[in-house]
């Protein structure tokens, strides 16, 4: 089994320190919530982030949906031949369990997460469908111990999907990142032992994520 890690995602709550701007406390009443129980979202929160550490790295829930969404949907997926992982902004980490579906309504998924981060488990029949808890990149890497950690950048080394298909080997593990601009960090950078670049122009991370697997998925079941 392979794993795949969502890095460094745009998927948080309001920080503290945002949670009494008008634009977040507007939006978290229409919601009814509070502040702290919703997510940033650069589309109604866009006031309050101007200036904020990593700004362009955060606030955009919506990606990181899309890219779940194309991991979770594929045969890979519901044949439990790949692991998923989020890795947040804020150094935690969502674990999915098997044939986890999440809604396709961005409202519905920004609802589940919101309530993940409260109550810490999603939980129906006794199974762990998503778990969340403080852990930092590293920490996950060193948890999963793979053989090798693939990661996708404008920085690394011109490739190819097929080419790096050919490289994946059983417990692989795939890095991209769940934001909207910007690079890696070089604490996540230091745990890639192979950094890629799959096109002259930077791709949104749903992309790299459909192509990539697909391209693995025809070695396993073409």
Known sequence: MISLILSESALELVPSELKHHPSVVTHAK????????????NSWHFAAMKGIKNE????????????????TTIPLYLENKIKLYVHTIDDKVISFGENVHLPKS????????????QEKQIVTNNDVLLEIKDQSFSELIDEINPTKVIGFSTKGISSSYEKITA???DN???VIGGFQKGHFSDSIEDKITNLYSVGDKPFEGHVVVARMLYEYE?????
Do not use: Q
């Not at 790295?57 to 919506?62: A, E, H, I, L, V």
């Not at 961005?106 to 309530?115: D, L, P, Q, T």
């Open 218 to 222: 025809k070695t396993i079941f073409m």
């Open 30 to 41: 229409k919601l009814g919530k509070y502040s702290s129980e919703i997510l940033l979202d």
């Open 167 to 169: 490289e994946i080997s």
């Open 56 to 71: 362009m790295k955060r606030g955009r829930p919506d990606l990181v949906h899309f890219s779940i969404l194309e991991a």
């Open 172 to 174: 692989s593990c795939l």
């Open 106 to 117: 961005y409202h519905r998924f920004a609802g589940v997460i919101e309530k993940l981060y």
